[in-house]
């Protein structure tokens, strides 16, 4: 595993210094919870941090947004993955009920899951979509989406795959 090569400390240091306070209002006006602004703000610093460098100084605010934007949608994005396991999970009897450890172990790996479908092209992900959640043969899918049911095959392939190497399986 290669050696993670870390921002220089006194470049992060400056940032940090002159702009945490406005990155921290920035996100607690946005989020309403000043909880989750400290969070989010030292979150921000730290993908900074491990990215190995910092932006030019009149580009350093456009930068810490772009990355607290981002770290804004995953949350919300986890939050609503979460949301949707815990309504499945009210369904089911109490016998059934997964330990907190589970539970845990199952948002990460459906939040995992959500981040590497987002990373597919839009037709590959709706295939699969059309696919697992809504019943669809590869046929249906083929017709609706106006692609050969060749394509459907290649699209889901590559959907499995994604999901299957987030999970930690080898897909070579």
Sequence with gaps: MPAVELAPQHEVHSLYSHHHGWLYGWLRKRLG??????????????????????PPPEQSR?????????LVVDQ?????????????????PTALAPSGEE???VLEALTRIDAALDALAPKVRETFLLSQFDGLTYSAIAEQLGIAVATVRKHMLK?????????GGDTH
């Design 62 to 70: 456009a930068h810490l947004m772009q990355i607290a934007k981002g």
């Design 159 to 167: 959907a499995a795959m994604a999901c299957f190497a987030v999970l």
């Design 103 to 105: 539970r845990a172990l």
């Design 76 to 92: 919300h994005r986890r939050r609503v993955i979460e949301q949707a396991y815990l309504d499945m999970l009210a369904h089911q």
């Design 33 to 54: 919870c000043s909880d989750n602004a400290a969070d989010l703000a030292h979150d921000t610093y730290m993908r900074v941090l491990v990215s190995g460098r910092t």
